[in-house]
């Protein structure tokens, strides 16, 4: 079983709670046994999360070697230029370590997203714009870690693709078993 869940704002990506933590967990939505998340969204993160009972998925998506392609869309201060966009195609140095290289680019239009809960705080003297970021790796924080380093701290992430799957208009908190077709596009992902 291959399910899509898309993962509101204050959930763990696992099923137990964390001592003292005021995040909620998967745990809370009533997903069938057996099944565990492959990869992770961090609690302030939202969007595509996959789940399932078949440990193959694991393998094949969460090695390096796999590189599968996730697209996140963050909503950053200010709006970046188009050097900044591109220092950021052409990969940071993080830790010591450069990102590999990925596609970055301002979404126009820009898109109509569901207010989350509870709101990003706003400014009135600072506009914020949502970029698009397409990574074939997922480093601890990284698009945040990312657009940070470019002076366009990320102040709302969604994860709206992983390789061909997209989040579409599912409803947040709402997950969904995955038929052939949408398997095929995952397993193409995962090459």
Same mark, same amino acid.
């Given at each position: 079983?291959?399910? #899509?869940?898309?993962?509101?704002y204050?959930? +763990? ?9 005021r995040?909620?967990?998967? #745990? ?14 961090d ?6 999360? +996959? ?32 050097? #900044?966009l ?5 990969g940071?140095?993080?830790g ?5 290289p ?37 480093k601890?924080h ?12 990320t ?9 061909? +799957?997209?989040l ?15 398997r095929?596009?995952?397993a193409?992902?995962?090459?």
């Amino acid at each position: 079983m291959l399910l #899509a869940f898309h993962k509101p704002y204050g959930v +763990l990506s696992q099923f137990t709670p964390e001592p003292g933590s005021r995040w909620g967990t998967l #745990a809370d939505f009533g997903f069938p046994p057996r099944v565990y998340p492959i990869g992770r969204l961090d609690a302030d993160s939202e969007g595509l999360l +996959l789940l399932s009972d078949e440990p193959e998925w694991n393998a094949q998506l969460l090695h390096p070697s796999r590189a599968h392609e996730r697209e996140y869309w963050a909503l950053v201060e200010r709006e970046p230029t188009a050097e #900044a966009l591109s220092t950021l195609s052409r990969g940071i140095v993080l830790g010591g370590q450069r990102t590999l290289p990925c596609k970055a680019r301002l979404l126009e239009p820009q898109p109509v997203v569901e207010t989350r809960n509870p709101p990003v705080r706003l400014r009135k003297t600072v506009v914020d714009r949502w970029i698009s970021l397409e990574l074939v790796e997922g480093k601890y924080h990284q698009v945040r870690k990312m657009t940070a380093a470019i002076g366009h701290p990320t102040v709302r992430l969604l994860r709206i693709r992983i390789g061909a +799957l997209e989040l579409g208009d599912q409803p947040r908190g709402v997950w969904r078993e995955l038929g052939d077709a949408e398997r095929k596009l995952v397993a193409r992902a995962a090459g």
